[in-house]
């Protein structure tokens, strides 16, 4: 065995250039196969698995998948509102444990701002036992930093949104018209950050909160709640009847059969609101219709594997005219004809195996890259460090891979003859 | 006591069209254990056949090639690997020493299939054959006479009962050549290793007070061969 090592070794660094680039092909390989699996399970558990803390979402009629997207990671427009009293009339139901408003039309460089009650801090868990937690809050400090004052224009921001946009403590700034950033469309009310929100690792990192009222009196702003628009005005209470909201996030008394009681309530007898319920079988189902996506990219990387099989293949394959010699001297010295396949095989899985773990750190960049990205776009947070099985079957498939493409060209070590490719008969 | 013994060799080849082209047909032949043999033969004479069949290369197609009490002619392709690796050293006409590897790699490759990888005796034999200052040096970096000196100690590595040399100085210089003789033949007589070297130089020849002719012993015409 040491022997045979010795010969890969040596065999390997005689070829040096084709070694390196041939374990980098099938690092690149399985890098990306492995990536490919662990995003998209990591992606699939953190969009329809992970805890939102909230049941469901109460909204505008229109898709369950646009109003989940738009509430809880705060992507896609809003397919509307819903008026104040529906807010109202679901928040007295029995059935329901916690009903908070979301009126959202805002944005501050691009992070989107969500006009609520402060209850999304006092009572919502956005994981099981966790609330948000205002960093450096101290309830005997009323200066320092907490929670917005609903009466005020108060702001409370995720820490992603701290981080990307300088945002603190004190900061004063101005929020922009519409979903999407455009510098012209600023609004002339300033608000005043009052608290940074602990990270969360979630969606709501990205998130701007102010006091819902904040955005009905936001200039330009137009509530349609009775069918005609009204703007509100400075000093004077708005009517409830115009009010509306963007959506209601629902945390339910009791198990499934009280959603789904309220589904047939709500969406099958009911006529204006929606209720996404519940929110992962809503998310699974923008899998479902991503799945073609998935697929390609599975099949791309299975043909970069194919490659880089076909790449050891050749590489080792190209060498064998000019190693004939160096076999058939292994040959004369006592090098049996199985020793001479075994150290071409051991060859091409040394080079699979050195790609393998290569690979690892390559998914690892992939892995990070990609939880940065998703990050920044969703707010949704990936571990590039969590187990996945792809972690070992991919080396262990490339490894067997690695030893078929060795067979060709073992064989034709096999097969050496060698009187003939030794020294010139005389 | 012989460590080889050869009785009624016979070796043919399959031309291209066809025919079978008889190259060897050697009655008798042996070497006593220690004992230093030049066999003589022209070129196409069957020398290099001869020295594969009795390294076990090659398989006769009749006769008995006993060597180290052995007969190769009975033994598997593995077994005569494995009898070759232990019982013979050769050294080439042209060293066939392996490019990518350095000069002490080269003498380990000698051992790997016999003894197993000893470097310290790896570097005994090179200090031996005066390389010393040279081990770790590839074999384009040598001197052809260094490279000669690095083929016998490869040769050596294994201590085989018998060492086989193809025209080993077939590419040297006379000076060189009768060097790299003299440490052969020290070198075997040192090892207790009898020593057949195949050559048709009159010179290298006149230096063994054993010399065979091939062309006598081998009932195959040489204009056949």
Redesign the interface.
């Known amino acids: 065995m040491r022997g045979l090592w010795f010969l890969v070794r040596r065999s390997l660094r005689q070829h040096i250039l084709s070694t390196v680039i041939t374990v980098l092909a099938v690092a690149l390989a399985s890098g990306l196969v492995m990536a490919v699996f662990s995003i998209n399970t990591q992606t699939h558990k953190a969009f329809t698995g992970g805890e939102t803390g909230f049941d469901a979402v109460l909204g505008a009629r229109g898709s369950p998948l646009q109003l989940v997207l738009n509430t809880i990671f705060h992507l896609e427009t809003s397919p509307g509102n819903i008026p104040w009293s529906l807010y109202q009339e679901i928040k007295r139901d029995p059935r329901v444990k916690l009903a908070i408003p979301y009126a959202v039309g805002d944005n501050y460089l691009g992070f989107r701002v969500v006009g609520t009650t402060p209850e999304i801090f006092t009572d919502f868990e956005y994981r099981k036992g966790t609330k948000f937690r205002v960093q450096g809050h101290d309830p005997a400090n009323p200066d320092g930093p907490r929670i917005f004052d609903p009466e005020l224009r108060e702001a409370v921001i995720g820490s992603y949104v701290a981080q990307k946009t300088g945002l603190r403590f004190g900061s004063v700034f101005s929020p922009y018209h519409g979903i999407d950033f455009r510098e012209k469309a600023q609004h002339g009310e300033q608000y005043v950050v009052v608290g940074v929100l602990e990270p969360t690792n979630s969606p709501s990192d990205r998130v701007i909160w102010i006091p819902i009222e904040g955005i009905y009196r936001m200039g330009g702003h137009y509530l349609r709640g009775a069918g005609e628009d009204y703007e509100a005005k400075p000093e004077e209470e708005i009517p409830d009847e115009h009010k509306e909201v963007s959506s209601v996030m629902l945390k339910f008394r009791g198990g499934k059969m009280v959603g789904m009681r309220l589904v047939e309530d709500i969406n099958t007898r009911g006529k204006v609101a929606t209720l996404a319920y519940p929110i992962g079988e809503v998310m699974a189902e923008l899998f479902q219709k991503l799945g073609w996506v998935t697929r390609i990219l599975t099949l791309v990387a299975y043909l970069v594997v194919a490659v880089a099989t076909g790449s050891i293949l050749a590489s080792i394959y190209n060498t064998m005219n000019e190693r004939r010699r160096e076999f058939a001297i292994l040959r004369a010295l006592g090098a049996r004809r199985a020793t001479v396949f075994s150290v071409i095989v051991a060859e091409a899985v040394s080079i699979a195996a050195l790609g393998s773990a290569l690979g690892i750190v390559v998914c690892g960049c992939i892995l990070w890259g990609a939880a940065v990205v998703v990050r920044a776009q969703t707010g949704v947070v990936l571990d590039p460090f969590t187990y996945h099985t792809a972690l070992v079957a991919t080396p262990a498939g490339m490894l067997l891979l690695g030893a078929l493409a060795g067979l060709l060209p073992a064989f034709k070590a096999y097969s050496t003859d060698v009187a003939e490719n030794l020294a010139p008969q005389s | 006591m012989p460590v080889l013994e050869v009785t009624n060799l016979k070796k043919s080849y399959v031309a291209p069209d066809g025919e079978r082209t008889p190259i060897l047909d050697l009655p008798q032949f042996s070497i006593d254990a220690g004992r230093q043999v030049a066999l003589r033969?022209a070129?196409?004479?069957g020398?290099?056949?001869f020295l594969?069949l009795v390294?076990g290369?090659?398989r006769a197609d009749e006769g008995r090639v006993v060597l180290a009490g052995l007969d190769l002619t009975v033994l598997s392709?593995?077994e005569r690997?494995?009898m070759?690796?232990?019982n013979?050293g050769?050294v080439?006409?042209?060293f066939?020493l392996?490019q990518?590897?350095t000069a002490l790699?080269n003498v380990?490759?000698?051992m790997?299939?016999?003894k197993?990888?000893d470097r310290a005796a790896a570097e005994a034999l090179l200090e031996r054959v005066g390389l010393h200052d040279r081990m770790h040096y590839r074999p384009r970096q040598l001197s052809v006479g260094q490279q000669q000196r690095v083929a016998v100690a490869?040769a050596l590595a294994?201590d085989p009962g018998l060492v086989l040399a193809?025209?080993p100085t077939g590419n040297l210089d006379v000076h060189h050549a009768n060097a790299a003789l003299d440490l052969m033949c020290e070198a075997c007589a040192e090892n207790g290793a009898a020593l057949l070297l195949?050559s048709?130089d009159t010179a290298i020849l006149e230096r063994f007070d054993d010399v065979r002719e091939l062309a006598e012993l081998n009932r195959v015409g040489a204009e056949t061969a």
Do not use: C, I, P, W
């Open positions: 033969g070129s196409g004479s020398k290099t056949t594969n390294a290369v090659l392709e593995a690997d494995r070759r690796a232990r013979v050769y080439f006409q042209t066939n392996l990518g590897y790699e380990l490759l000698g790997m299939f016999g197993g990888l490869r294994n193809d025209e195949v048709h």
